[in-house]
């Protein structure tokens, strides 16, 4: 079955950076379109990034672009999101997706907290 395992996050005072990884198994992961969400207590997950197959397609939400880079290992099975300039909006759990097999898989999600 599909397993994503997230791990990275901390608390990091503003105008700090954090990578976060995600590890993939259980199905063919070069093959697939990855994504980062982000969720706050009381809302809903957003979409922060997201890396083609290839990953020679990125694409971010505007109040990460410039800041954050979403990256992957095909070799390893892992994408990644390498975050700067945080600022305490980015506070959140962070949960690495894929869809696959017409479903949508999330991580057990990894929280980052910006803060001084």
């Known amino acids: 079955q599909v397993q994503l395992v997230e791990s990275g996050g901390g608390l990091v005072p503003p105008g700090g950076s954090l990578r976060l990884s995600c590890v993939a198994s259980?199905?063919?992961?070069?093959?697939?379109?990855m994504s980062w969400y982000r969720q706050v207590p009381g809302k809903e997950r957003n979409l922060v990034a997201t890396?083609?197959?290839?990953?020679?397609?990125?694409s971010y939400d505007d109040s990460v672009a410039g800041r954050f880079t979403i990256s992957r290992d095909n070799t390893k099975n892992t994408v990644y999101l390498q975050m700067n300039s945080l600022k305490s909006d980015d506070t959140g759990v962070y949960y690495c997706?894929?869809?696959?097999?017409?479903?949508?898989?999330w991580g057990q999600g990894t929280r980052v907290t910006v803060s001084s």
């Open positions: 997706n894929t869809y696959y097999q017409e479903q949508d898989h």
């Open positions: 890396i083609s197959n290839t990953a020679l397609s990125k």
């Open positions: 259980g199905f063919a992961f070069e093959n697939y379109l």
